[in-house]
């Protein structure tokens, strides 16, 4: 993935030849499992490199993995395959990194409104489901015979009843429309700030502020379905505190491991993709100089 000729204002990462050669002695291998694992990007299958790692040593599992559709990573193409196919295949990914989640960690599993179907079964058999969350996903072409997908969910698991969430540290700030006030004139529930009135507010399942990753922000790349650092975000404030762990077997360009990073938390990150597990080395040493997350600032959404 050597640097393309874009254009002036496009912001899309990408390595240079001496960026290949600098990070390329970074990754991590099977032989780094036991000894050294955190805070690390494994090169590799999930399948052989999740049974190297200690049991029990993360406190969040994100699990962004290919959906039920034709895809193609790198030089691997992911087929669809039928909803009973894909729940067996899926069931088989979760016993197979399951066992490094601590007892009372959390689990979030990526899909569309197919893949869907199949994560219910597969994790509910496994995990206590707590929740669905549909986030927007405004990207892509119109459908002329059928609904455009605009959405896709993200199914909140956990381990077991005891469980990390810290609603204090997602709560989404709104604009109020009415401002209602007590009988001394001051805000009910909301505050007055010169900038106008706003309420911090309890997060729900439906996101609406999120936005794909796309040329003219710092975080993109040619990664074909990266999640953006705000999602991410979410997800690691409301269920880790500082100093958790968070295992991301299908690490991508790396938006995972780098808002862990951002945030104080440690991390253990997966990648079958050369190109991209480099990508996420990149990311990585440019989040040392810049911590910043776009959206979310002054710890508010």
């Not at 000729?5 to 390329?24: G, K």
């Not at 780094?32 to 790692?53: I, M, S």
């Not at 894909?86 to 979030?108: E, K």
Request: glycine content about 6%.
């Amino acid at each position: 993935m050597n640097a393309k000729e874009r254009a002036p204002r496009n912001r899309t990462l990408s390595l240079s030849h001496q960026e290949l050669a600098n990070f390329r002695p970074l990754l991590a291998s099977a032989a780094d499992a036991r000894n050294g694992h955190l805070d690390r990007t494994f090169l590799g299958d999930y399948r052989e490199l999740t049974p190297q790692l200690p049991q029990d040593f993360a406190d969040l599992l994100f699990l962004d993995p290919p959906y039920n559709l034709e895809k193609q990573f790198g030089n691997t193409k992911f087929c669809r395959r039928s909803v009973d196919e894909y729940t067996t295949w899926l069931s088989a990914l979760l016993d197979t990194v399951l066992p490094a989640l601590r007892p009372n960690g959390t689990v979030y599993i990526c899909g569309d409104w197919l893949t869907s179907a199949s994560i219910y079964v597969a994790a509910s058999e496994r995990l206590h489901v707590r929740n669905r969350i549909t986030w927007e996903r405004e990207k892509g072409r119109g459908a002329k015979t059928n609904w455009k997908n605009s959405s896709e969910d993200i199914w909140f698991c956990t381990k077991s009843r005891e469980y990390t969430f810290n609603v204090e540290a997602v709560k989404v700030r709104r604009r109020v429309i009415a401002p209602y006030r007590d009988g001394n004139g001051a805000p009910r529930d909301w505050h007055e700030t010169v900038a106008g009135n706003f309420r911090d507010t309890h997060p729900s399942n439906l996101w609406t502020d999120i936005t794909v990753p796309f040329w003219s922000m710092p975080e993109n790349t040619d990664h074909p379905t990266q999640k953006s650092e705000k999602l991410m975000a979410k997800i690691i404030l409301a269920s880790t505190n500082p100093g958790d762990v968070v295992f991301d077997p299908f690490l991508g360009s790396g938006t995972t491991s780098v808002v862990a990073y951002k945030l104080g938390r440690r991390f253990v990150g997966i990648e079958s993709v050369e190109d991209f597990a480099l990508l996420a080395l990149k990311r990585l040493a440019l989040a040392k100089a810049d911590r910043e997350i776009q959206g979310y600032s002054d710890q508010v959404f």
